[in-house]
T-cell receptor, first 112, second 112 residues
Framework: EAEVAQSPRYKITEKSQAVAFWCDPI?????LYWYRQILGQGPELLVQ????????DSQLPKDRFSAERLKGVDSTLKIQPAELGDSAMYLC??????????FGPGTRLTVL | QKEVEQDPGPLSVPEGAIVSLNCTYS??????FMWYRQYSRKGPELLMY????GNKEDGRFTAQVDKSSKYISLFIRDSQPSDSATYLC????????????FGTGTKLQVIP
């Protein structure tokens, strides 16, 4: 069964350092999402791609966060510099046309 | 007011009990309704996916949508310890970019 892949699964970093997360969606899925999930809360959308284009990044803190999906397949989410409040689970999801979203296992980020 | 409200629990039940999980939403444009299950430190896993009002059954799980009262429910029959997880309700409208709004999740523990 096809799955969304994410790496790393865990990341510990110090504040002010840069971190990057990678996501490989299910093959053929044109839409890719990055979510942030704080412990005890539901996922909140950070950025949504349709192929290589950003269609929604209204909740992305653009002063420190960036995301790209250069060839419309895999994607990278970067934080620079990381802050203590960025500690969370970062989830990637993908969907096909008219389909629901399928999530990857997530990257748990701890900022010290 | 959040667009999707969900009782965070935790909810603790004995094995074999019937579990009822509920959410309310405020946006009448929402047409699609999902339930995700999320085990600790893992990504959400799609459980049920329904369109508009009505019931949908899948094994021990039944999803119910009442659009007139903007109320969605998930029933779990014969609950098992392996059902212990956080359950997230989610909704989306029929717009082109499939934006999904999640509830905060209800943590369920099924005691053997």
């Amino acid at each position: 069964e096809a799955e969304v892949a994410q790496s790393p699964r865990y990341k510990i970093t110090e504040k002010s350092q840069a971190v990057a997360f990678w996501c490989d969606p299910i093959s053929g899925h044109a839409t890719l999402y990055w979510y942030r999930q704080i412990l005890g809360q539901g996922p909140e959308l950070l950025v949504q791609f349709q192929d290589e284009s950003v269609v929604d990044d209204s909740q992305l803190p653009k002063d420190r966060f960036s995301a790209e999906r250069l060839k419309g397949v895999d994607s990278t989410l970067k934080i620079q510099p990381a802050e203590l409040g960025d500690s969370a689970m970062y989830l990637c999801a993908s969907s096909g046309i008219g389909d629901t979203q399928y999530f990857g296992p997530g990257t748990r980020l701890t900022v010290l | 007011q959040k667009e999707v409200e969900q009782d965070p629990g935790p909810l603790s039940v004995p094995e074999g009990a019937i579990v009822s999980l509920n959410c309310t939403y405020s946006n009448s444009a929402f047409q699609y309704f999902m339930w995700y299950r999320q085990y600790s430190r893992k990504g959400p896993e799609l459980l049920m996916y329904t369109y508009s009002s009505g019931n949908k059954e899948d094994g021990r799980f039944t999803a119910q949508v009442d659009k007139s009262s903007k109320y969605i429910s998930l029933f779990i029959r014969d609950s098992q310890p392996s059902d212990s997880a956080t359950y997230l309700c989610a909704t989306r409208d029929s717009g082109g970019y499939q934006k999904v709004t999640f509830g905060t999740g209800t943590k369920l523990q099924v005691i053997p």
